[in-house]
């Protein structure tokens, strides 16, 4: 008799544990799943300088996100860098300076009225839509 409650007695504490895990890990999925979306609204907020400038400036009549119009799509733009300082600032750079050479022979139009700090703006916009 005795050992029958021994046996009953370990299966509930086996019970028990497994039940406390299961609910350990459901806790641990909800906290990743709010800090996720937690920063990627942060990443929104910080983008919509540089597509604001974007905006107000000529670009998008040259420049579609995901379509080549008479300048490349922001997005192979994205696909074909790796953000840095320096590629940033050659990035912002060039868009102050126009040019041509990296995508075909037609020109970027120079943007003299821009300052490199709005530039820089829109470049990191530019090379968060990688994809
Ligand atoms: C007159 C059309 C035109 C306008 C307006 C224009 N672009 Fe461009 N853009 C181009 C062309 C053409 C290229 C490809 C140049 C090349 O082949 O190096 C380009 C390239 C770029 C590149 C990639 C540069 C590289 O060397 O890879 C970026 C970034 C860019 N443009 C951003 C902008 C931004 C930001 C604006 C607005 C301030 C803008 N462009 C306005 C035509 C334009």
């Known amino acids: 008799m005795k050992r029958i ?9 086996f019970a028990a544990c497994n039940g406390n895990k299961s609910n350990n890990s459901t806790d641990t999925t909800t906290t990743t799943t709010t800090t996720t979306s937690a920063s990627s609204s942060t990443t929104t907020v910080k ?20 379509q080549k119009i008479v300048g490349p799509a922001y997005q192979d733009v994205a696909n074909k860098y790796t953000a840095s300082a320096d590629v940033i600032d050659t990035l912002a750079n060039k868009v102050i300076k126009g040019g041509s050479g990296n995508w075909g022979s037609v020109p970027m139009s120079a943007h003299p009225d821009l300052s490199m700090d709005d530039a820089r703006e829109m470049i990191k916009y530019i090379l968060s839509l990688k994809k």
């Open 5 to 13: 409650f021994i046996i009953l007695g370990l299966a509930l504490a």
């Open 47 to 66: 983008d919509t300088v540089g597509k604001a400038l974007i905006a107000k400036n000529d670009c998008l009549t040259c420049h579609k996100l995901d």
